[in-house]
């Protein structure tokens, strides 16, 4: 069995982020995981483009101003400027956010699947293999802790990509009775996620995007208690899911993993997540049944308080208070 200070499960961007603040912070570490996320598109709030610029040395990402929400007619609803408060918001695509992190990672890798997790710190291979983490497992992937207050979507999504937009600057959500669709711009092309009614939204793009041979998704949210169990810390996806048209999911995650190396306290952390996961959840509801509902939630959160909110830069974390 093999020993080393961190063991970090999964292969996807997080696990990577997570194997690179270990190595930074002078831990052996080791990774273990089997196959590669899917593509999809991902938003980038000012909190994490700050930890990953201060980790990586590097802003990521296509800048975009905000974002503007319009009705079934195309008529606009909402136009909430994250610029207005100083606030980046950067769109990229999932694959290009893994390339970027792989190649500032030299943190062994080992290909495999993770069948046991112990709260000593005892990680167990399928094949048999065995790693022991002296400090900590930095989990994420999904499955070794139970999920809780569970809310499953009876909508179902497709996302996809395309190669123009007519608004290269804003991500643009069509959110009304029995219609979503959000619109993410990366500078050439952008990504699509949407449910319900696909009308609105081909009238937006001009055309079909395509959208029968986009991905199917079935999506459910939820958010786990106990982050922690002895040795293991269950981050991002293995704690809780968060709908991606919040645009919170690796956002709060990569906040995690931070906080976890830098020695801070989880409860914040967990309270964020169960805010964001509400959040989630009213928006979801208000989609074809209440107006009033979708209405309020927009603006609850389009002013300096709940745009902070949303960018992850609201929280009193101890070590950003230096
Ligand atoms: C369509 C869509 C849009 C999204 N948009 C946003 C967004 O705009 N902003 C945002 O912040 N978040 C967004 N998210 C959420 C975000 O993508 C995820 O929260 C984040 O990527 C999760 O981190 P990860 O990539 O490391 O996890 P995952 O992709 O879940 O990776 C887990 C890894 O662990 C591996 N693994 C799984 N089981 C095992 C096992 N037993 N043993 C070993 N390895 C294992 C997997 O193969 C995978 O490599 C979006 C999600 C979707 C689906």
């Known amino acids: ?14 696990a990577i982020f ?9 831990l052996d570490a080791v990774r273990v995981g089997t196959g590669l ?3 999809r598109f991902l938003l980038l709030h000012e909190n994490a483009l700050r930890i990953l610029e201060r980790t990586c040395g590097e802003v990521v990402g296509h800048p975009l101003k905000g974002i503007r929400v319009l009705d079934r007619g195309l008529d606009l609803l909402r136009d909430m400027s994250f610029s207005r408060y100083g606030l980046r918001l950067h769109a990229m695509r999932y694959s290009a956010l893994l390339s970027f992190l792989r190649e500032r990672d030299d943190t062994p ?7 046991v997790l ?3 710190g005892l990680v167990r291979m399928e ?9 900590m497992v930095v989990n994420t992937a999904a499955g070794f802790a139970a999920p809780r207050l569970r809310f499953r979507h009876r909508k179902v999504f497709r996302t996809g990509f395309v190669d123009h937009c007519p608004d290269p600057d804003r991500v643009v959500q069509i959110n009304d009775a029995g219609t979503y669709a959000a619109i993410v711009p990366f500078g050439r092309g952008a990504a699509i996620a949407c449910s319900g009614d696909p009308a609105p939204l081909v009238r937006f793009l001009g055309g079909d995007p395509g959208l029968s041979d986009f991905r199917e998704l079935h999506l459910e949210t939820w958010c786990g208690t106990g982050m922690r169990q002895g040795r293991i810390f269950h981050v991002g996806e293995a704690m809780r899911r968060v709908h991606p048209h919040t645009g919170q999911g690796l956002n709060r ?15 914040r952390e967990r309270v964020y997540d169960c805010l964001m996961w509400a959040g989630g959840v009213m928006l979801d509801l208000s989609w074809g049944t209440s107006p009033l509902l979708r209405d309020l939630s927009y603006a609850v959160l389009d002013n300096a308080p709940g745009m902070k ?9 101890r070590s950003r208070a230096s």
């Open 253 to 267: 995650a990569l906040d995690t993993v931070d906080a976890i190396f830098a020695g801070d306290e989880l409860f």
């Open 118 to 120: 112990e709260g000593d």
């Open 309 to 317: 909110l949303l960018s992850g830069t609201m929280w009193w974390r």
């Open 1 to 14: 069995m093999k020993e080393t200070d961190v063991v970090i499960v999964g292969r996807g961007a997080l």
């Open 127 to 135: 094949d048999g293999g065995a790693f022991r983490a002296r400090r």
């Open 18 to 26: 997570a194997s690179i603040v270990a190595r930074r912070r002078g």
């Open 37 to 39: 996320p899917f593509e």
């Open 109 to 115: 890798e080992v290909e495999g699947r993770v069948v």
